[in-house]
Every structure is written in C-alpha cells, then in structure tokens.
DNA sequence: AATGATTTCAACCGCAAACAA
DNA sequence: ATTGTTTGCGGTTGAAATCAT
C-alpha cells in the first residue's frame, strides 16, 4: 500500500488557490469531466498536485455547491445524523445537498460541537445534583437482532430499490431506543460495526426512519429539536434530491 | 486607533480502501 | 496473491477575519 504522492514536491504551489487558478480548473473540468486528479495539474497548467485540485472542486468549485449560513432545519438535521453516524462527514455532507464534508465538519467543530458540549455540561450538572435521587439510567441502546422488514412502509416508499443483500441485511437490523436518566438520546452502539459504508441509500433511510421511531417512542432527545418541521422549501429540495425520507413534518 | 485574543474555514497531511497491473 | 497507484476520508493546521479591551 504505497504512501500518496502528497503535495509536498518542490515547484508545487501551495496555500490559498488564486481566480485564475481557480478558472483552469473550473475550465478543465468542464471540458474533460473529474476524475483522474493526479494527470489534471499537467493537463490544465495548474502547478499544484492532484489531491490539492480534487480538494479544491469538491469543496468550493463544484457548481453545485451551497453557499451561505447553515439553516436550522440543516443544523438539526446535522445534529441528527452525527448522533447516528458519527464523525462521518462525507456521510452526514451527503444528506445535505450542496453541503460539503470540510463544511460540516468545520461547522461542527466550531459551532455543533461547542453547543452540544455547553449542553452537556449543564445536564452533567443538574444530573450531579439530582443523582442521589434518581436510579442509575437505563442505557440508550440500538440492538441488532432479528426482525422481518415491515411491509411498506409510507415513508420510506421512495427510497431506491434495495439490492437483496440491503434487503437480508435490514432482516437482521432493528433499532430500539430507550430514554436514559438525562433525558439524552446518545447511542450505545458502534455504527462501524454495521459497516455503513456497504450502507446502500435505501438503508440508510430505514435506519434514520427507524431512528427517528425511536427517538419518538423513546421520548425526546433532551434538546427539544425533536418537533422541528422542516420548511416546505427545504422538504422540496431534499425530495428533488432524493433525500425526501428525512424530512419529517 | 492599536493590539492581543479568539474564531472561522480553506487547505494540508497521513492513512487506508479501492483499484489496476 | 502481490505490489504499486490513485482516490477518498477524517483530523489538524494556520492565515485571515472578527471581537474585546
């Protein structure tokens, strides 16, 4: 498994990427499509390596890209999927269309991740005052055990068609939740152990979809985000981008 | 207005998976 | 099956922007 090239060669620009950097390669790509990152720089006269311009479409060029402030219903959305996928950014970004993975991540780290810990901290505490009274929490929980796939369901009708094994895999997959002392929905299970890489889309939405149940059996996730409606706007968008199944109104 | 502290975010790095020969 | 190459990901860094004094 060789080393990558890196982009530590000398005669390689490095740093912040100029407009007429940026126009070669917005103007490569346009011709020749992505893809084979490494011959780009050649090609297009950029002096700068492969990984740097992969970086620099994916993250800022692409035209598809969104840009802006985070909305509410994203910043919930994000909340949501980290709770289920972890630090799974380019997962998490690819629910979020337009989003990118640096974004998000970026985003959690400066904005989500100060805000959840500053919550934290302020259950810990009222959690310490009241722990010689209450009985130790019950663990929140997903368990993997067998369970026939429901037959069809409304929400989850437009996923795309899952291979047979998504279908044997959602088999042996059911989630339960269970609301702890706190009040918080933090997950007592390793989402890698369910490889979620070989997670096809239409799995992934039974999961939130399941998720989501157990979030509402369960009771509520201690940041009162579970009621938030999405926007009709922000509904339509996700439909038009196939990720309709998160949307809960 | 000056300056030091803090925050933000684009870009880099290293690793590992995926792919090709 | 092995080895080398390419691609993609998540963690980290550091320059620029913003805020506080």
Not at 19 to 39: F, P
Not at 139 to 147: E, F, I, L, N, R
Not at 173 to 179: C, F, K
Not at 221 to 239: A, D, F, H, M
């Amino acid at each position: 498994m060789g080393k990558s090239p890196g982009c530590s060669k000398e005669g390689l620009d490095r740093g912040a990427w100029t407009a007429l950097e940026d126009q070669k390669l917005k103007d490569y790509i346009k011709t020749h499509g992505e893809g084979k990152w490494r011959n780009i720089p050649k090609e297009a006269g950029l002096k700068r390596c492969g990984k740097s311009c992969r970086l620099r479409w994916l993250n800022y060029l692409r035209p598809d890209i969104k840009r802006g402030n985070i909305t509410l219903d994203e910043d919930d959305l994000i909340i949501r999927l980290h709770k289920l996928l972890g630090n799974r950014w380019s997962l998490i970004a690819g629910r979020l269309p337009g989003r990118t993975d640096n974004e998000i991540k970026n985003y959690w780290n400066t904005t989500l991740g100060k805000k959840l810990k500053a919550e934290q901290s302020k259950h810990s505490n009222s959690n310490l005052k009241k722990k010689t009274k209450t009985n130790p929490p019950k663990s929140t929980m997903v368990s993997v055990a067998p369970q026939p796939v429901e037959a069809e369901n409304p929400d989850t009708s437009e996923a795309p068609p899952a291979t047979s094994a998504d279908k044997n895999m959602l088999n042996n997959v059911a989630i339960t939740s269970q609301e702890d002392g706190s009040g918080n929905f933090a997950m007592d299970f390793d989402v890698g152990d369910l490889l979620m890489s070989d997670i096809s889309d239409s799995e992934f939405w039974k999961l939130c979809h399941q998720f989501d149940n157990g979030i509402e059996e369960g009771g509520n996730n201690g940041t009162g985000s579970e009621n938030l409606s999405y926007s009709e706007e922000t509904r339509k968008e996700w439909v038009a981008d196939g990720c309709y199944h998160y949307h809960r109104s």
